[in-house]
């Protein structure tokens, strides 16, 4: 079996590493169980959003064993009901490519982030290098879906690979971040591209 390139728990970490930057009113995307709640600053006043009732239910649970007053809201990243300019910033970690509609989340985000706040969008790469890229899909082509198929629903891990390759290119992202009222933004390429990072600022 191929040694991954980067597991896990190395993918949680710098999932963790992001959210614990974020300050004020936060709304968190897809947010799954909520696992990156040890990570975000106490003062953090938490928004979260999940459509699996499975998860929300997950994670309704944890949200108050960690003293968050919002109930998770269930609902679409491309449509989110929160009013106009309502939150400081924004995170998602590793739901990207569940969305089917990425300018449409996008202008989402311009709606709800006040001027001034930030984002960060991390998700999995695709590697520039040959060798590293070979590697990378090999690991989540053929590695996670046979791992998460025998811890659980093998369809739910499946659609990773499939999905990576479906993410438009960082020029394209960043254009449609543009287009929807963030400045600065950015692209990063981490752990040698097998992640890579969004970041704008609501102007
Ligand atoms: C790979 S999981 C990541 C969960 C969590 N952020 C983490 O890193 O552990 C992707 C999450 O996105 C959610 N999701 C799927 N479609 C979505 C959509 N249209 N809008 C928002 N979240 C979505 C899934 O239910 C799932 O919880």
């Not at 390139?5 to 959210?19: H, M, P, S, T």
């Not at 936060?26 to 499975?54: K, M, R, S």
């Not at 998860?55 to 998770?72: M, N």
């Not at 001034?116 to 890229?133: E, Q, S």
Request: proline share 6%; glycine share 10%.
């Amino acid at each position: 079996m191929a040694t991954p390139l980067i597991d896990d728990d190395e993918l949680d970490d710098l999932e963790r590493e992001f959210v614990a930057r974020v300050r004020g009113r936060v709304l968190e995307i897809g947010v799954g169980d909520g696992e990156n709640f040890g990570a975000f600053d106490p003062d953090v006043e938490w928004q979260g959003l999940e459509p699996d009732a499975t998860r929300r239910a997950e994670l309704a649970t944890r949200a108050k064993e960690w003293r968050h007053a919002a109930v998770p809201l269930d609902a679409k990243a491309e449509s989110i009901p929160l009013p106009d300019h309502s939150v400081d910033g924004a995170t998602c970690g590793f739901a990207l490519r569940n969305l089917v509609e990425l300018p449409k989340f996008f202008d989402e985000l311009g709606r709800v982030v006040r001027p001034g706040g930030r984002i960060a969008l991390l998700d999995v790469g695709v590697p520039r290098n040959k060798l590293i890229r070979s590697g990378n899909n090999l690991y989540f082509g053929k590695v996670v879906p046979k791992i998460g198929g025998l811890l659980s629903d093998g369809a739910a891990y499946r659609y990773l690979p499939r999905s990576v390759a479906y993410l438009p290119s960082p020029q394209r992202m960043l254009s449609d971040l543009r287009d929807a009222g963030f400045t600065e933004v950015q692209h990063l390429q981490l752990s040698g591209g097998l992640t890579q990072l969004l970041l704008g600022t609501r102007s």
